[in-house]
């Protein structure tokens, strides 16, 4: 499975380029499949969930050409409407793909995706708002097989923000019949670079970023070539490696607006932080003061996929802090590993945790659960006195192209093995 061994205790200096985002090429790369055309897509991060989106587009029929960095596919001769199970049950996510073959094919069947270490993640929402737009499921337990006669536009109204529902929305209606309106739509950034791919394909989608996104089907869709946003995500968890080791850090291919609830977070603690153009400086020293409570939300609020490594840096901070976990039910996984470092957390109920600083953390042998709570682990291990040991490697490199080349060139020291 790998593993990184981080040699702590080294305060960051240097610089480094945040790649391309995972939740936003995710969605892009289903979209691929609606147009029957070819889509040039740079900055596409070579990372596990790609490789295995890849796999999913060539089960479909399309063809896929992939340097590490631009995707080409031809969806010219796709027609697959069966999503294979291995990569449902290995990525969650795939269930992007169904909006897309129900968009281009009317049709789709796919393994039920389960739930996972984080709850359990239900898709009553896409499910729901398939069924408002036409398509009617087969009564089956564990597999989802959909077929609509001509798909529909309809007004839905979500009963929570969901990213997954409202970009499986989206693909569904861009070529429908009418007009599709989504009240409470989700107003991630990922949700804006899928509305920037649809319409460089031709497709009239408007509204995103904001609670109402409006589609109007279009007949069809056009060759295109797009850039993937950077991953925010990324660009936090970078910024967190900078504070917790005091350093002084620079990060490129940042957008300044994707990253404030962190850096206002990080702000609050005591960091200084500046930015110029897509370009963010992070400067910290000294004790980081306690934050009393951090609490995830949907965009704009704090994002749950900061949640794992804000909990290891507030494991170092002078004071008592307080965490709430609200999109996922069972988001703690990192935190009995952090507690081997040396972490006093508490956790309270599933998802509020109480965390009382310490000085320094300590090296240990811990195991990543989850992509995230991994990344955070490594995060600790930069903090910690000693070498650490975070195994089972693979669940980073979901997310992250290289952690541990990007940390090195902030001069950390961290390798693969
Ligand atoms: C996406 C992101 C993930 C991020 C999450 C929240 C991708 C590939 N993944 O996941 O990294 O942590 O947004 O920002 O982009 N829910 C339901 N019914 C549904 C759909 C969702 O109850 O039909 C619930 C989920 O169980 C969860 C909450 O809504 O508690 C948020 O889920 P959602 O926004 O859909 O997250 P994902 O799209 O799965």
Redesign the pocket.
Known sequence: MGKYIVAGGKRLNGHVAVHGS??AV?PIMAATVLTGAQSVIHNCPDIADTRCSIKILRHLGCDVDYDGYTLVVNSANADGIALPEEAVNKM??SIIFAGALLGRFGVVDSAYPGGCLL????????LQAFCQMGVVFEDALDVIIGKADKLAGARINLA??????TQNIMLAAVLACGTTTITNA?K?P?IVDLQGFLNACGADVRGAGTGIIVINGVKTLMPAEYTIMPDRIVAGTYMVAGAITGGHISLSNVRPPDVYPMAKALSNMGVDLWGEGEMLVLKSGGRLKSLPRLVTK?YPGF???MQAQFTALLATTSGQSAVEEN???ARHAHIAELAKMGANIELVGDSRFIINGAARLHSADVTAKDLRGGAALVLAGLNACGETTVHNACYIQRGYVDIAADLCSLGADVRLA
Do not use: C, Y
């Open positions: 995972k939740n995710l969650r996510s709850g359990g993640r239900p898709i009553d929402l896409h929570f923000p969901s990213v997954g529902a989700a991630e990922e949907p994002p749950t996929d999109l996922f039910e």
